[in-house]
Every structure is written in structure tokens, then in C-alpha cells.
């Protein structure tokens, strides 16, 4: 059976876009590989977020993955800092990676331009430790958003030059492409993401969505009610294609370009959509909040069955590049 490996950060509370670009790839996955699933918390000292800051933002990623149907039984669960080799595998695949790779991607940009006054290093480096990310439980197959292709070509890359210097020891990792590679923001202008206040929450209540969609955009020409609309380039109208069934799409779609149905009704409707999938997953993550014993069980389990599988391909990768065994 194929493996595949997947992590998300937990830099803020869970939204419809990661629900969309990642967990609900996730549950699919589960069924067809073995699967390595990650909260990536190393990743997230990019943005030196406070320690209990950082520490509460773990666990409530880690119970949303559970709540949108993650299961333990059938996928590796845990947090990226409890498995030490990632930070190992990280430093010889920086050493095997050249400048000029690094200074291409693109995502460094993006960050930078984010965070102006924290440029760091790791945000330079942090395509490499998505690299040993994957590479260490030698993943073949690797769910990954549009803005993450780039830094996926990068570990083909540093694979097969690892293969080269010190023979095969890595599968090449293929992508597998989710069935939301990007999703927009509220505004309509950027992906959706809570530090630019344009997210819609995954365990806010139903009231609070509908007051955010509100005043989110909608097709730009459609002024007035009586205008007829172009749900084609409607912002709220993409949403509908995750949450609404077909035939209510194309009620929707009739109403709209014939100025029979208004954007607040759209809105309405789109609203009602989302709470009868986001109202289970906010009560499973609440059931889990409520026992949390339960969850660190099931990090720890998945973080000692991770560093298993770890070891197993560290013991090789030592081996290969001359490194001694550490000793117990």
C-alpha cells in the first residue's frame, strides 16, 4: 500500500478553506494509503507565535482534524515536534540543497511580505523541512494546495539528487490534488486565511457566518436586486459548489441571472449549507474538548507509531551518509 503524508499549521482557527484544501482530502485519503497526517507546529515558529499561544492552537487543530472525520484507527495522528528526526532529516537535506533552488520559491515572498518585520531564516528554509516532512515516512503520494506545488517539485528535486549522491534510499512523491486547490476569501481578492480577517470559521456558530457573509462580495456589477447576475464570477457562488446540492445550484443560478433571487437570499441559503456540515464537526470538536485525555492519547499513540516509522528510514539515511547511530 502506498503511504501518503500531509500536515497543516496551527497558526489560527480552523476555516472552510482548510477544511476544503486539506481535511476533506484527508478523510479520502485515510481510506486508500497509509497515512501520516501532521499538525506542523515547527512550521509555525516562523511566525514566533507565543508558547501558549502556539500550544492551545495544536490541540485545537489536532480536534478539528478529528471532528471532520480524521479517524485514529485509520490514520497516524500527531504533532510534528514530537518526532525529533524531522529536525534531523531537515539539516541533510539542507545540506544537500542548493541556494539557488531556494531563492525561486516564491512562497519566501509571500511570507515575507506578510510578516515585514520577521523575515527569518526559517521562512527561507521552510521548504526543506516540508521536504523531510515527507521524505521521512517515504510518501508517495502527497496532498497539496496550488500554492504548495512549487515547494513539491522542490523535494522531487532533493530526492532524486539525495538518490544520486548516496544512492536509492527515497520514492519520488506524486501529487495528489485536492478538489479545492484554492480557496478565496470573503473579499473576493486573496486565499482565505484569518490573518487577513477573510475566513469563515469551522466551529463559529451559524449566526456569526451569516453576519460575515453579509457583507462578503458578489458578483461586482449586480448593484441592485433588480440587476441580473453572473453567478460565474460570484464569490458566494463558488462556495455553493462545495456546499449546496445540484439541483439547488441551478435554482440558484436561474434566480440569480434572471434578478429573481437576491444576494442576501443566495446568502441565506449558502449559510443554512454550511452549518448542516460545519453544526456536526463543531459539536464532535466540543465532545473532544470536553474529554482531553482522549485526544492526548491519541497524539501520543500516533506520535510513537510516527517515530517508529521515522527511525526506520533514519537508521537508513545514517547509514548511507556516514552518520553515526545515536546511542541510548
Not at 501520516?36 to 507546529?41: H, L, Q
Not at 497516524?76 to 515536534?81: A, D, E
Request: glycine letters at 6%; one cysteine or more.
Amino acid at each position: 500500500m502506498f503511504r501518503t503524508m500531509s500536515g497543516i499549521q496551527p497558526t489560527g482557527n480552523l476555516h472552510i478553506g482548510n477544511y476544503l484544501g486539506a481535511l476533506v482530502n484527508w478523510v479520502e485519503l485515510q481510506k486508500q494509503y497509509e497515512a501520516f497526517f501532521c499538525v506542523v507546529d515547527l512550521h509555525a515558529l516562523t511566525q514566533r507565535p507565543a508558547p501558549e499561544t502556539l500550544r492551545a492552537a495544536v490541540r485545537e487543530v489536532a480536534l478539528g482534524i478529528l471532528a471532520s472525520g480524521v479517524d485514529p484507527e485509520q490514520a497516524t495522528l500527531f504533532v510534528q515536534s514530537e518526532v525529533p528526526q524531522h529536525a534531523e532529516l531537515t539539516w541533510i537535506m539542507t545540506c544537500l540543497t542548493p541556494l539557488g533552488d531556494l531563492n525561486r520559491m516564491t512562497q519566501f515572498k509571500d511570507k515575507s511580505s506578510a510578516q515585514p518585520e520577521n523575515i527569518n531564516a526559517g521562512l527561507f528554509t521552510y521548504p526543506i523541512l516540508q521536504t523531510a516532512d515527507i521524505v521521512l515516512y517515504r510518501a508517495e503520494r502527497v496532498p497539496v494546495g496550488e500554492d504548495q506545488e512549487q515547494h513539491l517539485e522542490l523535494a522531487r528535486e532533493t530526492v532524486r539528487r539525495f538518490n544520486h549522491v548516496y544512492g536509492e534510499t527515497f520514492p519520488e512523491p506524486q501529487v495528489v490534488r485536492s478538489k479545492a486547490p484554492r480557496v478565496m476569501g470573503l473579499d473576493g481578492e486573496s486565499k482565505m486565511s484569518k490573518s487577513r480577517n477573510n475566513e469563515i470559521g469551522l466551529f463559529e456558530p451559524a449566526d456569526v457566518t451569516m453576519q460575515k457573509l453579509r457583507g462578503a462580495k458578489t458578483d461586482p456589477a449586480r448593484l441592485r436586486k433588480t440587476d441580473p447576475g453572473n453567478p460565474q464570477v460570484c464569490n458566494i457562488f463558488s462556495y455553493h459548489g462545495f456546499f449546496t446540492s445540484e439541483a439547488q445550484r441551478a435554482e440558484i443560478d436561474a434566480g440569480c441571472r434572471s434578478a429573481q433571487l437576491g444576494c442576501v437570499d443566495c446568502k441565506k441559503m449558502l449559510a443554512a449549507n454550511l452549518e448542516a456540515v460545519k453544526g456536526p464537526i463543531r459539536e464532535r470538536a466540543e465532545d473532544l474538548r470536553q474529554h482531553p485525555a482522549r485526544l492526548d492519547e491519541i497524539l501520543a499513540a500516533g506520535a510513537a507509531k510516527a517515530r517508529a516509522a521515522a527511525e526506520e528510514t533514519m537508521v537508513m539515511v545514517r547509514e548511507r551518509v556516514g552518520l553515526r547511530a545515536p546511542r541510548s
